[in-house]
């Protein structure tokens, strides 16, 4: 996919959200499936976080922001991508699993998008830390700002271990 362009075709609000998420997912599913084994597990940055940690936090913003946040929908483990306050990847996840969950939840936040309007108002819930419920659009602004900040996170994350940059 390449970058979506703002001079690109008048599409719906919602669909130029999904396709920038789109985009933003599969770049990083890109940077991390090029990085050498030793990268996905060991890191290189001095914030102590691995490729796969990353890949399995992103799918959680996704189910946090989305379906237990914004739809209010119970999930067993909303906070699953930590251990304390760190992120985490548990022995069984793998490159494919976690990439997999990865585009799966994609899918999901897409379902979860078409179903609501992009002024619909997210339910009461734990998400909202007692504050009112945001806007689906002020959820997928959210959203598209979590992936780019990673995505640039990734990219000197790349840069280090000689995997693929830039677009």
Known sequence: MNFPSPTGAALARNEV???????????????VTSLPLDALIVSVVPTDW?????????????????????EGQGVDEPWGDHLGDRWYVAPEDTLDSLVGALRSRGIQSAEIVQRHDLDDLGLPGPRWSGEEPATLERVLFHLVLEYARHLGHLDIY?????????E
Request: with cysteine; charged share 30%.
């Open 17 to 31: 959200f999904l396709m920038y998420l789109d985009y933003c997912r599969d770049r990083v599913i890109e940077k």
């Open 50 to 70: 691995t490729a796969l940690e990353l890949v399995k936090h992103l799918t959680y913003v996704e189910m946090r922001w989305l379906e237990w946040g914004f």
């Open 158 to 166: 790349a840069e280090l271990v000689e995997g693929q940059i830039g």
